[in-house]
């Protein structure tokens, strides 16, 4: 059974169809690339998965549960499903441990001193340790993401989404935070990405697909899509991309 | 920066020391200048020695200043009852008015209506409708005090702005922040108790204390249903001395309370505005 099922899912915003008719699966374990221009309805699929954005149409799996049956209480899947943003989001007002602790205190209702252990073990895996009490504002933005995948980790998810998490970043620091996802599918976390990295994705991926208008064009292994891509739009786009 | 050591100066510093003389000169200049114009014209004008007596009499001045400043202890404990009791309907107001759920929308409505009507309504004529209007229902002792309607009337009348204030704060934290917050899977009501009240009450302290001033000085509003505080003890002192010099003193007893807090919340603006940046 895929972790992750995606079964023509449609999203509209009033006249605007941003996903039209999305199929996808993800295997435990894998990590599967979004490609494909801005507006192609990369981050509102994600969104979608999380059940931030209600969808029109279609069903959403996950171990084979259904999880977009309309009116369905969307607080114990986001539970299971963590989610990184390309702009971190983190909480100004809290420090970057705070950040961490508050989801698992309130969702999970943990006491700090159950979690302490824990989620510092986190900080340190990622070499956030000394940055712990640090407020967001104190960080760079490679670290405030990196405490952003922490604080979504926190929540153990069995699914992690990440949306563009480096497209907000400056050069330099996007490579700790690609580490960092690395780290993770070593670790067997099943992943779904928005990317604009197309080198991380075809190194990393298990699969990649492109979207475009809503729809996913053509999906496959990297080396399938990043050497032959079979459909024109596919390629037009990785020749812009790439070049 | 480097005023010790001129050797040592840039080019860049030495010009901008030049210019802070240079400007430091003339603001001492102008202000000398005002000054002088007003020492020497104000006294002129033909009126000014009546004036003089019945504005500026430090005779009266002396005599009533420590009794005003004992009634002004009556403002600062209305103000003291008033505040918490502002912030508290305030922000409950506000939260009524973004209630989203179904179940809650007579909520809204009565928010919104409570706002229109106390922010369409002159704070004085609130303080007399209900300070003379609850009363007149024939309450026993204590229940018509004219301290606890009058209170009532500033703090349903503050309450319209500060729930409006607190609204503008809500609304400045970025939708960003709820979706981060939603998709760790709290609650609606989690999500606004831990991450976005936190944040809008901080962002706006600076207008909230601008409230506060205004506050202190519409209490005087209530003299006029009966409390004596300053304003009313400054009107029994003039009509005994016959000089409106108490007025003054009353002036300068607010003036005393109310230029360090509005100082101190411009101080706050602009450190705001610093941050934000």
Known sequence: ?243 | MNNTKAAGQTRREKYEQHQRRRSMLIAAASTILVLAALVIFVPMAPGWEKVQKSFFNAAVLTKTFPKLLDAFVVNVMIFAWSAPAIAILGLFIALARNAKSPALFPLRIFGATFTDVFRGVPVILTVYLIGFGIPGLGLPRPWNSPFIWGSLALVLTYSAYVAEIFRSGIDSVHPSQRSAALSLGLTELQVLRDVVLPQAVRNVVPSQMNMLIALQKDVSLLSFIGPVEIFRQAGVFKSLFANFTPYVGAAIIFLIVTIPATRYADYLMARQMRERR
């Open chain 1, 1 to 243: 059974m895929p972790k992750l099922k995606l079964n023509n899912v449609v999203k509209r915003f009033g006249e605007n169809t941003v996903c039209s008719g999305v199929n996808l699966v993800v295997d435990q374990g894998q990590m599967v690339c979004l490609i494909g221009a801005s507006g192609a309805g990369k981050s509102t699929l994600l969104r979608c998965i999380n059940l931030l954005e209600p969808i029109e149409d279609g069903e959403i799996f996950i171990d084979g549960e259904d999880i977009s049956i309309p009116g369905r209480n969307p607080q114990d899947v986001r539970a299971r499903i963590g989610m990184v943003f390309q702009n971190f989001n983190l909480f100004p007002h809290m420090t970057a441990l705070e950040n961490a602790m508050l989801a698992p205190r309130r969702v999970r209702k943990l006491s700090k001193s159950q979690l302490q252990p824990e989620i510092e073990n986190l900080f340190e895996r990622f070499e956030l340790a000394d940055r712990m009490h640090n407020y967001p504002d104190q960080l760079s933005g490679g670290q405030q993401q990196r405490v952003a995948i922490v604080r979504a980790l926190a929540m153990k998810p069995e699914v992690m989404l990440f949306d563009e998490i480096t497209s907000a970043l400056d050069p330099q620091l996007v490579g700790e935070v690609l580490d960092v996802l690395l780290q993770l599918k070593n670790q067997g976390m099943t992943m779904v990405l928005a990317t604009h990295e197309m080198q991380f994705a075809r190194q990393a991926a298990d699969k990649v697909c492109f979207l475009k208008n809503g729809k996913i064009i053509e999906e496959g292994p990297p080396d399938q899509i990043f050497e032959a891509p079979k459909q024109v739009e596919t390629q037009n786009f990785l020749a812009r991309a790439l070049k």
